[in-house]
């Protein structure tokens, strides 16, 4: 079973600032989720990578499949993208859509 | 809108009482999942369902059961709901177990057991 760890836990920061939130996972996988979740709201689906880097507006998502880490970069950061971010991966070693396991969150905080 | 339907959005139990939550998507996808989401922890799989007409159990199917009664729709099962089975659930789909697709989540209950 894979295990998923993300850190850090929380994160405030000041509008504008760059920030990084990092996963890494304990078995080799075919692909890494990165999601977004409001306060007291649904799941959105950010990125799905399995190699390289994938961007969309200011959001960035690299994946090192070797180290079996990921980070999430968010550049000029605003106070609506105040969310919590979560990892997740494949739940089994070897991939496949048999379920997800998901790192506890990053429950990120962007100050005007 | 296409996506993955919840219902009901908010549920409150009595201990022993049962009840099914409800998840419907349009997207033509063949995997769907039930995971529950609890304070301090990542979310964890209930039961999922590969293709139609087939189920497993996941990391957490204890207390529960499932149906998928045709491709869109895969329902979950409370018998005889506990305090333990408070928790935010949440279902979703993606297209194909086979292959990595992205995810699609409905926008979850919360239930309630008291």
């Known amino acids: 079973k894979n295990e998923v760890e993300q850190s850090p836990q929380n994160l405030t920061a000041q509008e504008g600032e760059f920030i990084t939130i990092n996963c890494s996972y304990s078995v080799g996988i075919s692909a890494l989720h990165w999601l977004q979740q409001h306060p007291g709201g649904g799941i959105v689906s950010l990125f799905m990578l399995s190699s390289g880097k994938k961007k969309h507006g200011r959001l960035i998502a690299t994946i090192n499949i070797q180290e079996k880490h990921s980070s999430l970069h968010i550049t000029a950061s605003h106070p609506r993208d105040s969310a919590v971010y979560i990892c997740a991966v494949p739940l089994w070693a070897g991939g496949g859509a048999d379920g997800l396991t998901f790192g506890k969150g990053t429950h990120l905080i962007i100050q005007p | 809108n296409a996506g993955v339907t919840q219902t009901p959005k908010f549920q409150v139990l009595k201990t022993g009482q049962s009840m099914t939550l409800q998840c419907a998507q349009d997207m033509n996808h063949n995997s769907m999942y039930w995971y529950r989401q609890d304070p301090g922890m990542g979310l964890r799989l209930i039961y999922y369902s590969a293709s139609e007409g087939t189920t497993d159990k996941g990391e957490v199917p204890n207390g529960y059961n499932v149906s998928r009664l045709n491709k869109r729709e895969f329902s979950l099962r409370l018998e005889s709901a506990a305090p333990s089975q408070t928790s935010v659930y949440f279902c979703?789909?993606?297209?194909?177990?086979?292959?990595?697709?992205?995810?699609?989540f409905g926008s979850g209950t919360r239930l309630t057991v008291v």
């Open positions: 979703a789909s993606t297209p194909d177990r086979s292959t990595n697709y992205g995810y699609t």
